[in-house]
DNA sequence: ATCGATTATGACTGGATGGTCAGTCATGTA
DNA sequence: TACATGACTGACCATCCAGTCATAATCGAT
């Protein structure tokens, strides 16, 4: 029988090379050839593995995503405030990796590329975020951590564009860590301030 | 003598035209053709105006920076914690021309196109917004409308932060209006509460 | 060894597009 | 009316690159 090969393996290699690749030199910017001298492989190879361009792309980002997912709905529900600014704070804190991708997600996430399912999609993973957080909330406020009076929908949705804020932040302009310790520390140490404070 | 045409507002007319047309395609999905089209000219009259396809995204980013600034650090130094909070409501409830540009920014901010000096413009301009909530912090700090153990300059970031993520929600997912002002309200009454709660 | 199925390759092609420029047009002056 | 000058134009060109495909290498079963 015939040589055999691990497809998802390839598949995976050729995603990290183009990872690389189009970090630094950006996706639309990056030619197909450029993948695959990184990859170490024939530009035509790329093809049994990979429809076309835009396949390769999106199923990074998809990949990308999965990783995310992980990171932000794998946490637990936090049962006192604590846990909680230790969840937000670990989410906010991006590995370096994840950072440098920000740029060229939004490259991707443009319109020149973007079609309205992947729009929608990263739109709904946006939402799912605020709904953690939503959820969250809600529990800390029945076990009686944080006040009862506050919106938890859109305190929720709220907080995910301040995690996002801060995260993209650090991915777009690379912000110092230790500058950006003290950017979340701050920021975090507001929120939990205005999380149990009592009504004005 | 000649003919005679307002070069300045010539440039204007291809910027305008070149922003519809790039909030509906993408910059790297237009063609020069495209914006042309768009402008009511021929494909040669863009470059009496521009010197190639890269300047006239720069000189539409250039023109969307001076709108915000104009915007962001137009506003006086608030006196009380409520004109803090009504320029930030402000600053965050972007007209919608601006929300649709979002998108395309980031597309050319990606790698592909943005480079060091560009980039470190744009960096500049987020560092700058940060400095201007610290000042406004610091000063409310003096005239004790909030509490004086925050790290003004951390928290005049970490705002910077919120604010953009809040911005950028808005423009990247096309937020409905009605939801996008109770995550604004909330944020903001969070925020509130963060700056002047005593200490934990 | 041999063979055949699968995997790998990179020269090639068709299409697209940024940019040019030789020629035309419009305007105001003499 | 003739002329001078800047404004405008779009056919054309050179380049680039995604994707194809004829050919070759590779492996495993026999």
Redesign the pocket.
């Known amino acids: 029988?015939?040589?055999?090969?691990d497809?998802e393996e390839?598949q995976h290699g050729i995603l990290d090379a183009a990872m690389q690749v189009y970090v630094k030199k950006g996706y639309h910017?990056?030619?197909?050839?450029?993948v695959?001298e990184a990859a170490?492989?024939?530009?035509?190879?790329l093809?049994?593995?990979f429809k076309?361009?835009?396949a390769i792309a999106i199923s990074m980002v998809e990949r990308h995503f999965k990783a995310l997912e992980e990171r932000f709905f794998g946490q637990e529900m936090p049962e006192t405030l604590e846990d909680f600014v230790d969840g937000l704070s670990q989410t906010m804190n991006i590995p370096d990796d994840h950072a440098k991708f920000v740029r060229v997600f939004f490259e991707v996430f443009g319109p020149s590329f973007a079609s309205d399912a992947f729009s929608a999609k990263v739109a709904s993973f946006f939402d799912r975020l605020g709904d953690h957080y939503t959820g969250q909330i809600k529990h800390l406020q029945e076990v009686e951590q944080i006040r009862g009076d506050a919106d938890a929908k859109q305190l929720g949705r709220a907080i995910a564009a301040l995690t996002d804020g801060m995260i993209l932040h650090k991915g777009l302009f690379s912000i110092p860590a230790k500058r950006h310790n003290g950017m979340r520390n701050e920021a975090i140490d507001m929120l939990v301030r205005g999380l149990v404070s009592s009504p004005k």
Chains 1, 2 share one sequence.
């Open positions: 029988m015939p040589k055999v090969v497809r390839m910017a990056a030619t197909i050839a450029d695959a170490g492989l024939g530009k035509g190879t093809y049994l593995y076309n361009k835009e």
